[in-house]
């Protein structure tokens, strides 16, 4: 294991066809101009210096994650334990023909309940929290394409907590850099420099000497 190493998560870019649907696992098509924000991850990764590009196997995680891999020439690992929580039945039906009932249930205990035939917030947490832990103990920089199920959980880690899955996800397309040194992961951000044309929410963490900053993309 390194003294020092990097960690870029990153979530899919926007999706078409989706809107209102529940669809989890469920493959849905990326929007037009995906190809943006894959290069402008790739010039995150060069900056870092990731060796290793891990990916959910999803088709809008996969697509990323392939052509940026290509460009850089590394090492691509799709992971089935990144994928986003399994809804089961639900996948594919708009939100609006879910039981109110059963919605309200899964607010009320989002840890253990599971839609029919689908995951608990549990399980997500058991297989995100295997691959973060696997990961971390390879000490090498790396960056992680998945969605916003597993990242509210990473970004929970990333702070020495569980993961707040009810929390907002963040941004289609973000970026955030988590710099791994002789200490824990830290939390505060201080600013990424790359351009600021590219179609990225960008966020930055570093020591937690630095001054904190933070800067947006389109």
């Not at 899919?12 to 809107?19: D, F, I, L, Q, S």
């Not at 397309?173 to 791994?180: A, L, T």
């Amino acid at each position: 294991m390194t003294d020092r190493f990097a960690v870029v998560l990153a979530r899919h870019p926007a999706v078409t066809g989706a809107e209102g649907v529940c669809y989890g696992q469920h493959d849905v098509a990326l929007a037009e101009g995906w190809e943006r924000m894959a290069d402008g991850l790739r010039t995150v990764m060069q900056g870092v210096g990731c060796r290793i590009l891990f990916s959910s196997p999803a088709r809008r995680c996969r697509m990323v994650a392939e052509r940026v891999a290509q460009f850089m020439n590394l090492e691509l690992r799709v992971d089935s334990r990144l994928r986003e929580i399994s809804f089961g039945e639900w996948e594919g039906r708009p939100w609006s023909r879910i039981s109110r009932t059963a919605l309200d249930a899964w607010a009320a205990d989002v840890s253990g309940f599971a839609p029919p035939g689908g995951e608990s917030g549990s399980a997500l947490r058991a297989r995100v929290r295997h691959f973060w832990t696997e990961m971390h103990q390879r000490g090498q920089s790396c960056a992680i394409i998945t969605h916003g199920g597993p990242l509210r959980l990473m970004h929970g880690m990333v702070q020495g907590t569980a993961g707040n899955l009810l929390a907002p996800s963040p941004p289609m397309g973000s970026v955030r850099v988590i710099e791994q040194g002789s200490t824990p992961f830290s939390t505060v951000p201080s600013e990424l420099r790359i351009p600021s044309r590219l179609p990225l929410h960008q966020e930055r963490h570093r020591s937690v000497r630095q001054v904190a900053s933070v800067q947006g993309g389109t």
